[in-house]
């Protein structure tokens, strides 16, 4: 077969469904190709290019100092797959969040390029904080408050749209057969440790252990729930590795709100890595970290942010380590929908309050910038726009494509769901509905429940979905 030949299905069917939306649940979107020992039908297309904001850009959509100087810069970097249908994109951001329509934006553009429906696109956000984080219909509604910094900058967003474009295209003019796929994991040490450690006798959560932490009783209690495995799953053509996959969970920060531009220490670690190998794409995707960070291990300090991209770069190298190549055999896509409740929304001084603002105008500001999130996603749900979430099955790997801040009680309910197999997760998609903590972890307050903007009964409405994705 030559590299541009049609790379299509052998068969493929769908159907649809959204959970929540409606009583009745159907299969999701599905999608497989299958191939035999004698012809190579799949190929892969990796792209990367730059989405380093300006100076002066907000940050954390202004949630932070804006942006007065680069540590390193900021890329989006995924993959095209071919041969299993219509094509399929993944791809990473290293940006805070894309929420509601500027995360279907980039799913929408990515599609167009690369010849598919958004529906086949999953976009990821890493999710370090001094970049960019961007909602459409926020930047409107805090466009009307002058005391407010701009959200983000249109402009620069849509020179980033431009750019995946051209990259995509330029992939598509170069795929790389692809004949076998490698799983491997390792586990990460000193990183991870659960922020919502600090609780009263009845169990409320009284203080956050959070990216950096100084305080020595915080730092000195345990790990707590953490998913403590980096996971791998690698493309080769033959025996050359052409695209290596990593997924780990915690909140990608060592410090951040001094304007500094940077992919911070998951993104160095990746960089390394990729410095390692540079004919192998490397890519990094943010696992459920709502509740997880590194705070027991890092007190906000150089040094530390070192030592940590250090120790995911070891799980990394750690986890690449156990890849054993195996045939290509079968890409499976799958896709389920929800339509969660919204929350109401708190008063904007009250909810400044609530996320730690002092009194006064920044609880003032604060509050209302995070009340114009919320009101976006309570109009999202409003005009019945489903959240999406995807299950790519390569071989025996479920590779899960997430939306929001999840707490890491999901991805530890996926891989329990599928314990004989590997199920990889991806969270940070679409950034919507920020935080969403388990049902029972509402009760128990704390920052992440206090800027979550939907009801508990989006743990089911999850939880039914991830029980059909891995069906």
Not at 259 to 283: I, M, N, W, Y
Request: net charge negative; glycine share 8%.
């Amino acid at each position: 077969m030559k590299r541009n030949e049609n790379y299509s299905a052998a068969h493929f069917d769908t159907s649809r469904a959204c959970v929540g939306a409606a009583p009745a649940l159907t299969l999701g979107l599905m999608s497989t190709g299958q191939i035999d020992d004698t012809e190579t039908a799949f190929a892969i297309a990796p792209f990367r290019f730059d989405v380093t904001p300006p100076l002066h850009h907000a940050l954390l959509g202004g949630l932070v100092m804006s942006a007065i100087d680069y540590d390193d810069p900021l890329e989006a970097i995924g993959y095209v797959l071919l041969g299993a249908g219509a094509p399929i994109v993944v791809c990473a951001v290293d940006w805070a969040g894309l929420l509601n329509e500027s995360h279907l934006a980039w799913r929408t553009a990515l599609a167009a390029a690369a010849g598919t429906t958004p529906d086949r696109v999953a976009v990821h956000c890493v999710h370090q904080h001094n970049t960019p984080f961007v909602c459409h219909e926020t930047r409107s509604i805090a466009a009307t408050h002058p005391e407010l910094p701009p959200v983000f900058e249109l402009p620069f967003f849509e020179s980033c749209l431009d750019r995946a474009r051209t990259a995509v295209r330029h992939a598509l003019q170069r795929p790389q057969p692809i004949t076998h796929v490698a799983h491997g994991q390792a586990t990460v040490h000193n990183v991870a440790a659960n922020r919502r450690m600090d609780r009263d006798a009845s169990g409320r959560v009284r203080s956050m252990r959070g990216s950096a932490c100084t305080d020595p009783e915080l730092r000195s209690m345990p790990e707590g729930l953490i998913d403590p495995t980096l996971q791998t799953i690698a493309f080769y053509a033959g025996a050359r590795k052409v695209v290596s996959c990593h997924y780990y969970a915690t909140h990608p920060m060592s410090y951040y709100r001094d304007g500094r531009v940077s992919s911070d220490f998951v993104g160095l670690a990746r960089k390394q890595r990729q410095h390692d190998e540079p004919g192998c794409t490397q890519l990094y995707f943010t696992g459920c970290a709502g509740n997880v960070a590194a705070g027991k291990y890092n007190d906000g300090s150089p040094a530390d942010r070192s030592a940590l991209t250090q120790r995911v770069y070891d799980g990394i190298v750690a986890s690449e380590a156990a890849l054993v190549p195996t045939p290509l055999t079968t890409i499976t896509w799958r896709s389920q929908s929800i339509l969660p409740t919204p929350r109401p929304a708190p008063a904007p001084t009250a909810l400044g309050m609530e996320v730690g603002a002092k009194a006064g105008p920044e609880a003032q500001q604060i509050g209302t910038l995070l009340h114009a999130f919320w009101t976006s996603w309570e109009h999202r749900v409003a005009r019945q726009i489903p959240l999406s979430l995807s299950c790519l099955q390569v071989n025996a790997c479920a590779l899960l494509h997430l939306p929001g801040e999840l707490f890491v009680e999901y991805q530890l309910l996926a891989r329990a769901l599928r314990p004989d197999r590997p199920v990889l997760v991806a969270a940070y998609g679409d950034g919507g509905p920020w935080y969403i903590p388990t049902a029972s972890e509402y009760p128990a307050g704390g920052y992440e429940v206090s800027v979550a903007f939907s009801e508990p009964s989006i743990d089911a409405q999850l939880t039914t979905a991830l029980r059909l994705l891995l069906a």
